[in-house]
């Protein structure tokens, strides 16, 4: 755990570190310089040794940083230590990405189920069942669910989250477009597809910038 | 467009601005204050200001803000006034949640064909054709496209990249787990799922601080 609050600026790039020197460890590195390091995820050396100094100070001038002691470091200030038991609401695309998506049960992000309410016509997906919207009430009583994602239409977003929360939730993980309402014990992540393509459309239309 | 560069931490709000002036327009506001606009979107008074100033100086003092014009004008900096023409190269989950997000349509995204190994398989998603992969090169020929959506497992990547800025695209939005290398004259922009689940796991094993 870090001593100190680390900035959101700092935690947004922990998966970063995470993705590149889990890449260098299977690459065979095992000590890296903070120059190396900063040229492989295009930031300067200094900005890395302000970074790892930021979540507790790691490693010796001079002799560059332990690649996987450093990982496993960041690992555990990700939270990374534990299982984490996820469900999906909504079983359309998104949902379905999720739920088929590799890399997450690598990280021990492990989905149990999905909800949808046109469930009976969806059976399993990637050996995951799909259950009744109605019956998450009584899942969650009887299962821990440590991440709820919200892959339902924009205008039954904030009642999939309520039920979730209502149901002990305490992590969110948003996909619809529209900004939810959670209280303030509960974490809350939204990805907004559509700002990441308003964001390229900024970069395309400034391209000389 | 803005005169000065604008920084990259004020770019990624610029969508969040964006969103929060449409919904404020389509409930009838026709001015707002900084500081109401603030409140909104969880910043401070003093930060819209800034940002908006940022971004080339509007609306008066005591005043607040013009939604439309303001909308507008944050639309024309984020290079909306075009009809942008998409390609999807992946037609697995992914691949066809881009395809069926009605949000980007509205907003002058068109996906107008996607790309797959397996396309004889799949007929129409949307009613956008699935064209087999090895037909990519003929119609990026054919056709003006300025967004390639890379949708592929993360081992194909780099290949569909790379075939898209050899056809002239001048834009890629990546959804496989990798980092893709491109000529300076092309914009990218990947979005790693992973990593918001793990700045999420972050904020659930950190939730006190």
């Not at 200030?77 to 999906?88: A, D, E, K, P, Q």
């Not at 259950?131 to 009584?138: A, H, S, V």
Request: hydrophobic fraction near 45%.
């Amino acid at each position: 755990m870090p001593k100190e609050k680390v900035s959101n600026a700092v935690v947004a790039r922990l998966p970063l570190y995470y993705r590149y020197l889990s890449a260098l460890e299977t690459q065979g590195y095992v000590r890296i310089s903070s120059q190396q390091l900063g040229e492989k995820m295009g930031l300067t050396a200094s900005q890395i040794r302000q970074d790892i100094n930021c979540f507790g100070g790691f490693g010796q001038q001079g002799y560059g940083y332990n690649v996987t002691a450093l990982k496993m470091h960041v690992g555990e200030i990700l939270g990374m230590t534990s299982n984490y038991r996820m469900v999906i609401l909504g079983a359309g695309n998104i949902g379905r990405a999720i739920a088929n998506y590799k890399a997450f049960e690598k990280m021990e992000f492990v989905v149990d189920a999905l909800f949808d309410v046109n469930a009976s016509q969806m059976g399993e997906i990637s050996g995951k069942p799909v259950l009744d919207i109605t019956e998450l009430p009584e899942y969650l009583e009887a299962n821990t669910v440590d991440i709820g994602v919200i892959a339902v239409p924009s205008d039954a977003a904030q009642q999939a989250c309520d039920a979730l929360v209502q149901g002990g939730v305490r992590a969110i993980w948003n996909f619809a477009p529209v900004d939810l309402v959670v209280p303030p014990n509960v974490s809350i992540k939204s990805v907004h597809l559509l700002d990441a393509l308003l964001v390229l459309s900024y970069y395309m239309s400034n391209s000389d910038a």
